[in-house]
């Protein structure tokens, strides 16, 4: 996410969160706010692949993320519980899809 940068972008994200949003990961609450207010994000799918990049770089967080991710992204944009619901499944669905070809094309 963008707090491993450094400098205004870096303040600016921790200023709005420093806590980890799950165990074992490297995004802070402060990048979901950051992206919602500065990069227009509006899907979880968006936050996980584009505004993170953990569905490339944290592959042991990607699932304890998807949750606290949709719940902050609901309080942020007004979702309701059945939005942040398949906003999850949407992104899961997408990961199983990606995962998938990746490990179609290792033969595993």
């Known amino acids: 996410g963008v707090v491993r940068g450094s400098g205004w972008v870096a ?3 921790g200023g709005r969160g420093a806590a980890p949003l799950a165990v074992g990961s490297n995004v802070l609450s402060g990048e979901v706010e950051w992206a919602v207010s500065e990069e227009a994000a509006a899907t979880l799918e968006d936050l996980i692949y584009r505004r993170t990049r953990v569905a490339l770089y944290e592959p042991v967080a990607r699932e304890s993320l998807l949750a606290p991710a949709a ?14 619901e398949r906003e999850i499944a949407q992104t899961r669905s997408r990961l199983e899809q990606d995962l998938g070809f990746a490990r179609a094309a290792r033969g595993a």
């Open 11 to 13: 303040v600016g994200v």
């Open 71 to 84: 719940a902050r992204l609901g309080a942020l944009l007004g979702w309701d519980a059945a939005r942040v």
